[in-house]
């Protein structure tokens, strides 16, 4: 499959009170056309910053790319002007974030607000637009969409509201959809069905979608690949499987062990020692050797690269070898 | 105090710590210039079930549900419309002000967010403390090394007395709530959705304390969660709400493996799993969760249910026993 | 994989080092990077120590004494309406007193008026403002009644009608500023305990058994203080303010009294002279208006300190 996006050594500080909050330090991946990547990572690790940075939304100051490159569909998007990156947010790259309370204008009614994205991209009259806001609508399994299309923000419940943003994101057919946390907000029950919604218009539009989550179910629902970030850094990549099955990095290997899996009940929950660093002062060397069991010297003082071991599976650490015998459960 | 002594005394082994029957928690809603009351949101809607000392039961369920609204009610943060409750067969609904105050030390709570719960002017000393300082009248010496000790058994260092909880990771803060309930000693501890704020690497440090705790000084736990993974991992018995009411209670092995309430299926499918390979291909729950202003007739599910028959429309289902101690509130419970 | 989890891995690296700090010393941190806000607070120093200084007998004495000159024809008369000299750096006033005394002496009245105002209306809008906000209902009503019936009568009418009821003279000025000026901060008073009391540390500290007065004043009233602080700043503008306006339309001080009401208020005559006596008013003027504007300054600049969004 041809190469969507590419990222590399993306990095984005922000400057705050004379200190340096190094967010994103150095993150590569690529996404393929109609794939799903997952994003994983914990608060505070980086991984809406990083989206953020591939669609230049970074507030600035103080925030600011320091380096790297965005390629998507081969164009530098860290290169383009304000004016052309309009032209391709909302349009070929979309955004959907996890408080659907907060993204829709409480003022105007929801159809309009989907149809002015279409009306903007696509250079379509209000009427056709709000043709296919409709049946854009109905899609996302909305019902009685013509109905709808006149509601305000604050008549739909949390799920219509994610459904709609959803539409909004979807009606120019974008190639990337970014999902930051969609579900975080919602119920378990409505949570389940955007996931399900997210992967029926994914193999209906053909999109690919950068999935971003705290929460491992979630992901390995979701995405075809994975890719663990920790403190500003992607320390492992592999797909789905594989990562679920043999993951390689302490880290992701802890953080599989520390969840309670439903079926599974253990007496003791497996525990990553110590706290999630603070992005002010990272530890020196590997970010997680802190709290990782296997750090050695090397680990205090170098930072290790992301390096391939299997076929498409990329991982970060200086002790694989002794380690990447068996997972844990 | 002293009554609550005698009637520990006089209770019987056999008597369950926290006995709720029928509770009814209703908040009215008012409107117009007058502030008329024109109708109630029935938060908490005639809800039973006992807790035995040193029992951990979970209670589940989806945002709004009223299963915070329980466990204030139950410590009377939240006064009750109806029912009762049975503290060490203490009548909770009845006391006075000034009794409830000292019951409460027995019944002690932990929040959700690990920010609001803690007060940003105080320092951990005398948010720890504060317990200490109304109960018990001690040198602030003794009750500094009270507090240092409780520091320690949560895990943190007794050097943290003087700081201020903006000082402290969202963890840590939970460790600062987790040692303020700890310091009166209680025998029931209602934690409010615990970990739903922490994040995965710190939940699972929390969790292992709390069952540590409970191992140590055999509390009994009313643990609240919307997340089935982590109540199956901590509760010996689990209740499911919805819309106000209990609609299943079981042991936790009964009820994950026997679900019958057609809602506590659903609940089980829409989770989840870290694991690709069992990649779920049930059909989500489909409908929206009603709000409690608007309660559906007869069974509170029947819109979104699968099985639905014509007398959930209209009639209330019975709490029906399936098997001992597992009851479900439906009219026809999957067997 | 086999680390020791649990109660015995104090995870503590990330706030060792640094020595405990609250919130207080957070905001006077931030204040200290505010330049104006700092200069300012020294003007409002100088101002109180120059006005206890008075206060105490030990500036400005001769600020009541009349001085007098001879003529060529040696006619001893009184050196009224001298203008700026060595002598008298800001001039005389009619009776041939030192404007400059008399200047530095109104600090001292001003300074005593602000201090009483505040100490009564701080204590009626926090009292008031606490009991609506906590308790609500029907006490939360009455007090609202309370205030809104206050606020819907225009200030200044309501000053001339106390000041008319508790009798003319400076402290009845200042007890009447307190009476009527505790509506603003008693509003927001009430707004920060309507906040403050659904936060769930005050659900710990009841589920702790702490009765509503220890929740009210030991646990919340921290957390609004910095509201108590600034409008203390900010009110000293308005006591400032208010002892002259009062003063002008003849209620406050009375003749003999230094105070910068009066001294404006005499102005009205002497600009009206030929040649214009401008100096009294002047320097009065500059005076308050130094004073205030330090005031507001260092106000507005706690209030971006003291910023109640909390820290992370």
């Not at chain 2, 002017?121 to 109960?135: D, K, N, P, Y």
């Not at chain 3, 910095?226 to 002259?244: K, P, R, T």
């Amino acid at each position: 499959m041809e190469v969507l996006l590419c990222v590399s050594d993306l990095a984005t500080y922000f400057e705050t009170e004379g200190k340096t909050v190094c967010a994103v330090d150095g993150v590569s991946f690529e996404i393929k056309r109609g794939e799903t990547l997952g994003l994983v990572g914990e608060s505070g690790c980086g991984k809406s910053v990083t989206a953020l940075s591939i669609i230049r939304l970074i507030p600035t100051p103080p925030g600011k790319i320091v380096r790297g490159s965005v390629l998507f569909d081969g164009e530098d998007l860290l290169k383009l002007k304000e004016s052309a990156m309009r032209r391709i947010r909302g349009n070929k790259i979309s955004i959907i974030f996890q408080e659907p309370m907060t993204s829709l204008n409480p003022v105007f009614r929801v159809g309009h607000q989907i149809a002015e994205a279409a009306v903007l991209h696509r250079k379509i009259s209000w009427n056709e637009a709000k043709e296919l806001t409709v049946e854009m609508l109905a899609r996302v399994e909305i019902p009685a969409p013509k109905e709808r299309y006149y509601d305000y923000p604050h008549q739909m419940s949390g799920g219509m509201k994610q459904r709609a943003i959803i539409a909004m994101a979807l009606i120019c057919n974008p190639s990337l959809l970014i999902a930051d946390e969609p579900t975080t907000a919602l119920d378990v029950t409505i949570g389940a069905q955007i996931l399900r919604l997210l992967r029926d218009l994914q193999s209906q539009l053909k999109m690919a979608i950068l999935f971003i989550t705290h929460d491992l179910g979630v992901v390995a629902e979701m995405a075809h690949r994975v890719a663990v970030m920790y403190a500003g850094k992607i320390v492992e990549t592999a797909d789905t499987l594989t990562l679920f099955e043999r993951p390689l990095h302490p880290y992701t290997r802890a953080l599989l062990a520390s969840v309670p899996h439903l079926g599974k009940k253990t007496k003791r929950l497996f525990v990553i020692p110590g706290e999630v660093p603070d992005p002010l002062r990272f530890p020196s060397g590997c970010r997680f050797h802190p709290r990782c069991s296997s750090a050695s010297d090397i680990c205090r003082s170098r930072l290790p690269e992301l390096r391939q071991y299997e076929d498409s599976h990329y991982v970060s650490c200086f002790n694989i070898s002794s380690e990447a015998k068996e997972i844990p459960r | 105090m002293n009554f609550l002594e005698e009637k520990d005394a006089l209770c019987k082994k056999e008597e369950p710590l926290l006995e709720v029957v029928n509770l009814k928690t209703y908040f009215p809603i008012k409107s117009g210039v007058f502030r008329r009351t024109v109708g109630y949101l029935k938060a908490v809607d005639d809800v039973s079930f006992t807790i035995a000392a040193g029992e951990t039961l979970g209670l589940v369920g989806e945002s709004g549900c009223g299963k915070s609204t329980t466990a204030r009610s139950i410590l009377r943060l939240v006064e009750p419309t109806d029912g009762k409750i049975f503290f060490k067969g203490t009548d909770v609904r009845a006391l006075k002000e000034s009794q409830l105050r000292s019951l409460r030390r027995h019944m002690q709570i932990i929040f959700q967010d690990p920010y609001s719960s803690l007060n940003p002017r105080m320092t951990v000393a005398s948010i720890v403390g504060e317990g200490l300082r109304i109960h018990e009248k001690l040198p602030w010496r003794e009750i500094r090394e009270r507090i240092a000790f409780l520091l320690d058994e949560v895990g943190l260092s007794p050097h943290h007395i003087n700081r201020y909880p903006h000082e402290f990771s969202g963890g840590q803060r939970q460790r600062i709530g987790i040692a303020r309930a700890l310091a009166l000693n209680p025998s029931l501890l209602i934690c409010d959705e615990p970990v739903s704020a922490l994040d995965v690497s710190i939940r699972a440090q929390i969790i292992n304390l709390l069952t540590d705790l409970k191992e140590r000084h055999n509390f009994a736990y009313l643990f609240i969660s919307h997340d089935l993974s982590v109540v199956e991992h901590i509760a010996d018995r689990v209740a499911v709400m919805y819309l106000g009411k209990i609609v299943e209670i079981a042991s936790s092995t009964e009820l994950y493996n026997h679900p019958s309430h057609p809602y506590t299926v659903s609940l089980l499918d829409a989770i989840p799993l870290p694991d690709p390979k069992r990649r779920r291909n049930v059909t989500p729950l489909k409908g929206q969760v009603p709000t409690l202003a608007h309660l559906p007739s007869g069974c509170r599910f029947h819109p979104r249910c699968e099985r639905k028959r014509p007398i959930c429309e209209t009639h209330q289902p019975p709490l029906t026993e399936v098997s001992p101690s597992h009851s479900v509130l439906c009219h026809s419970p999957i067997s | 994989m086999n680390m020791e989890p649990g109660l015995q891995n104090p995870t503590m690296e990330t706030s060792q080092e640094q020595p405990a700090r609250s919130l207080w010393s957070d905001a006077l941190h931030r204040l200290k990077k505010n330049r104006l806000a700092v200069f300012s607070f020294f003007i409002i120093l100088i101002y109180l120590i120059v006005a206890v200084l008075c206060g105490a007998g030990l500036l400005a004495t001769n600020y009541d004494e009349q001085s007098y000159k001879i003529d060529e024809k040696g006619n001893i008369s009184l050196n009224s309406y001298s203008p700026p000299s060595f002598k008298n750096p800001l001039g005389t006033d009619i009776q041939g007193r030192d404007v400059l005394s008399r200047v530095l002496q109104g600090s001292w009245i001003s300074l005593r008026v602000a201090l009483t105002m505040s100490a009564i209306y701080i204590f009626i809008a926090v009292l008031l403002g606490a009991f609506a906000g906590y308790f609500g209902g029907f006490i939360d009503d009455i007090i609202q009644w309370l205030y809104q019936t206050l606020a819907s009568i225009p200030g200044l009418l309501m000053l001339i009608a106390l000041t008319f009821v508790l009798g003319k003279g400076l402290t009845n000025v200042a007890v009447a500023l307190g009476l009527v000026g505790w509506v603003g901060l008693c509003r927001l008073m009430r707004a920060e305990y309507l906040k403050h009391k659904a936060r769930d540390y005050v659900l710990a500290a009841k589920a702790q058994g702490a009765g509503p007065f220890r929740i009210m004043f030991k646990h919340i009233f921290p957390n609004t203080f910095h509201i108590v602080i600034i409008s203390f700043s900010l009110g000293f503008v308005h006591a400032i303010m208010g002892e002259v306006v009062l003063t002008f339309v003849g209620l406050g001080a009375k003749a003999h009294e230094p105070s910068w009401g009066r001294i404006i208020s005499e102005a009205r005559a002497e600009l009206a002279r030929e040649p214009a006596v401008w100096w009294p008013l002047l320097s009065a003027t500059v005076a308050m208006f130094i004073v205030c504007l330090a005031f507001n300054i260092l106000g507005d600049a706690l209030r971006d300190s003291l910023d109640p969004k909390l820290k992370e």
